[in-house]
Structures are given as structure tokens and as C-alpha cells.
């Protein structure tokens, strides 16, 4: 079946750094993308849409400048969250859709990302 | 009004009991429907899609009632294995994807 692999599955980096995520479709063409970011104990928060080959729609509150998402392919999509701070310490998970999937949204894997 | 809501929960049963989740959707465009279930610090998993006719898989059945905006989700026989968080998702009408906060059921021997 369809599968969305999401890598790294855990980060830790020092305040003021980058950090990529990326999200792959193993078996069939994402042509949308949705990244997510979850604090313990609350709901998923979608925090942007991403179709193949366009700029990423981010949710309100949510800075595109500060969470960079490209969708160059059908098969990849990455997060990056640059200058992380400590608030940023979250769970990130991606999703995605197209064909191939059968009309239906796979998840990654998640990546718990720890800021020092 | 949030776009999703759902049973607020937490939900305490005892094995072998049926329970039953709502959520409500505030769109009414959205196109697709699905529950999915949570365990702790892991990702979302599809559970089951939901469609007009209703469906059923197993002791799950899901229903949706366009008229009054909302999706349910009805669990048969609890086992302790169903214990997680049940989320329902609703997709509108320009593709956009909207959880509602999760419903946590504990299944109790």
C-alpha cells in the first residue's frame, strides 16, 4: 500500500540552527503535501498545504519565513525550520495525497524535533 | 466555531463496551471524510473513510449525515486495544485538510 516515509525521526539541535525534515511518497505521486505540528497532549495544527511545483499555503500564525517548505517533486517534500528556538520543540508530521493513493491522506512517521 | 469539533472526552470504558464519537464540521462543502486513530507519540493512522451510505468494518461503523454537518463513529466490543485518540477529518472543498482535537478513548479490563 501506500507509504509516506518521513525522516528524521528525531532531532535535537542548539537554538539558532536549521533543520530540514523531509517527507517522501515511496509509492505514488503526492501531488499535496500538508505539514503538521503537534505539542504534547493537543491536536494536530496544520500549519501549511503544498502542491507539487507551487509555494507552499500557510495557515494563519504560521511564519512562512521561519518554516520553509519546497515541493519540488512528486515524491518529496521538506521542512525546514530555521533559527529553531526552544518553542519550536514539537512533534512535525507531513501527510500526503495524489495518485496513486487511492484518494486517501498517508502520514509520515512523524519527527520529534528537540531545540537546546 | 472551530471548523471541526469533536466529542470532547476522555472516554473511560470498560472492555466489551460500545461507544460512540460525533464530530461536527462547520463546512458545508467539504467532500471527504475520515477517521483516523492516534497512539501516543506516534503518527496518525487511517482507520476507516466515511462515506454518505455509511460503512462498516468489523465492529467500526462510520456514518455521516450531510444534513446536519457531522460524521460518528460507533465501536463495538471495546478491546484494550482501541485505547488511543480518535481524530476526524474533514476535507473542504479546496483540498484543504482540518482535524478535529482528538477524542482519547481508554478501553479498561
Known amino acids: 500500500g501506500a507509504v509516506v516515509s518521513q525522516h528524521p525521526s528525531w532531532v535535537i539541535c542548539k537554538s539558532g540552527t536549521s533543520v530540514k525534515i523531509e517527507c517522501r511518497s515511496l509509492?505514488?505521486?503526492?501531488?499535496?503535501m500538508f505539514w503538521y505540528r503537534q505539542f504534547p497532549k493537543q491536536s494536530l495544527m496544520l500549519m501549511a498545504t503544498?502542491?507539487?511545483?507551487?509555494?507552499?499555503?500557510?495557515e494563519q500564525g504560521v511564519e512562512k519565513d521561519k518554516f520553509l517548505i519546497n515541493h519540488a517533486s512528486l515524491t518529496l517534500s521538506t521542512l525546514t525550520v530555521t533559527s529553531a528556538h526552544p518553542e519550536d520543540s514539537s512533534f512535525y508530521i507531513c501527510s500526503a495525497s495524489g495518485l496513486g493513493s487511492g484518494n486517501t491522506i498517508y502520514f509520515g512517521e512523524g519527527s520529534w524535533l528537540t531545540v537546546v | 466555531r472551530k471548523e471541526v469539533e469533536q466529542d470532547p472526552g476522555p472516554f473511560n470504558v470498560p472492555e466489551g463496551a460500545t461507544v460512540a464519537f460525533n464530530c461536527t464540521y462547520s463546512?458545508?462543502?467539504?467532500?471527504?471524510f475520515f477517521w483516523y486513530r492516534q497512539d501516543c507519540r506516534k503518527e496518525p493512522k487511517l482507520l476507516m473513510s466515511?462515506?454518505?451510505s455509511g460503512n462498516e468494518d468489523g465492529r467500526f461503523t462510520a456514518q455521516l449525515n450531510r444534513a446536519s454537518q457531522y460524521i460518528s463513529l460507533l465501536i463495538r466490543d471495546s478491546k484494550l486495544s482501541d485505547s488511543a485518540t480518535y481524530l476526524c477529518v474533514v476535507i473542504g472543498n479546496n483540498n484543504d485538510m482540518r482535524f478535529g482535537a482528538g477524542t482519547r478513548l481508554t478501553v479498561k479490563p
Open positions: 509509492d505514488f505521486q503526492a501531488t499535496t
Open positions: 466515511v462515506y454518505s
Open positions: 463546512n458545508s462543502a467539504s467532500q471527504s
Open positions: 503544498s502542491n507539487e511545483g507551487s509555494k507552499a499555503t500557510y
